[in-house]
C-alpha cells in the first residue's frame, strides 16, 4: 500500500549515541517533513525539504540533521542524543493539501 | 506568521451528543486549515482540509467545519458523538502556497457511555 514507512517503531539509546530515524514514501510527494510530538505540546515541526536536495529547519531543529538526496527518502539523524529528546517522532510527506503521515517512532533517550 | 489555538484540552460528550472542537487562526496570509484525528500509538489522519472556496467543508466519518474568517475560527463538529470518535484531534494551519504546517495543542475527545 501507498504511504509513509517510518523505522524503527520503538527506540531506546543512550545519553550520547547517535542514531538516525529513516522515512521513506513511495507517492512522488515532493514535500517532507519530520515533527516530534510531546504532549501538551501538539506537532512541532523539526526540518523539511521541499524537494530532493533541498532542506530548511522548522521550530525546534536543533540537535537534528536531516538530508534528503532521493524524492522517496527522508531520514532524520541524532547527533549525541539527549534525555530531552526523548519523544515521540513522525515523518509527513505531501503538502499544502494535506499531509500523509507516518505510524511514528517512540524514542527514548536514557 | 502562523499560530493555531484550539481551546479544551480535554472535552467529554455523551454517545449521540454534538461534538464541537474549538480551533482558532492566525496567519499573516490566506490560511489553509486542516484538522487531523490521532488514535491511540497511530499517526495523524486527515479528517477534513479547507483551501479554497466553500467554507463549509465536510469530512470523513461525518465530521465538519466551517471556516469564519470574521472570526478566524475552524471549529470542527459531528451532530452525534460515537464511540469509536474518541481520540485526539488536532488543529493545523499552513499559509497557501507554503508547505510548513503549524499544528494546535490538540484536543481529546472522550465519549461516555
Known amino acids: 500500500n501507498a504511504g509513509v514507512t517510518q523505522t524503527p517503531k520503538f527506540q531506546v539509546l543512550k545519553t550520547g549515541q547517535s542514531m538516525t530515524l529513516q522515512c521513506a514514501q513511495d507517492m512522488n510527494h515532493e514535500y517532507m517533513s519530520w515533527y516530534r510530538q510531546d504532549p501538551g505540546m501538539g506537532l512541532r515541526l523539526i526540518h523539511y525539504?521541499?524537494?530532493?536536495?533541498?532542506?530548511d529547519q522548522g521550530e525546534v531543529p536543533n540537535g537534528y540533521n536531516v538530508s534528503r538526496s532521493t524524492t522517496e527518502d527522508f531520514p532524520l539523524r541524532l547527533l549525541s542524543a539527549a534525555p530531552s529528546q526523548t519523544s515521540v517522532y513522525f515523518c509527513?510527506?505531501?503538502?499544502?493539501?494535506?499531509?500523509?503521515f507516518g505510524s511514528g517512532t517512540r524514542l527514548t533517550v536514557v | 506568521a502562523q499560530s493555531v489555538t484550539q481551546l479544551g484540552s480535554h472535552v467529554s460528550v455523551s454517545e449521540g451528543a454534538l461534538v464541537l472542537l474549538r480551533c482558532n487562526y492566525s496567519?499573516?496570509?490566506?490560511?489553509?486549515l486542516f484538522w487531523y484525528v490521532q488514535y491511540p500509538n497511530q499517526g495523524l489522519q486527515l479528517l477534513l482540509k479547507y483551501t479554497t472556496g466553500a467554507t463549509l467543508v465536510k469530512g470523513i466519518n461525518g465530521f465538519e467545519a466551517e471556516f469564519k474568517k470574521s472570526e478566524t475560527s475552524f471549529h470542527l463538529t459531528k451532530p452525534s458523538a460515537h464511540m469509536s470518535d474518541a481520540a485526539e484531534y488536532f488543529c493545523?494551519?499552513?499559509?497557501?502556497?507554503?508547505?510548513?504546517?503549524?499544528f494546535g495543542t490538540g484536543t481529546r475527545l472522550k465519549v461516555l457511555a
Open positions: 509527513a510527506s505531501g503538502g499544502g493539501h494535506g499531509y500523509t
Open positions: 525539504s521541499v524537494g530532493a536536495g533541498i532542506t
Open positions: 493545523a494551519v499552513s499559509g497557501a502556497g507554503t508547505y510548513k504546517y503549524i
Open positions: 496567519s499573516s496570509v490566506p490560511p489553509y
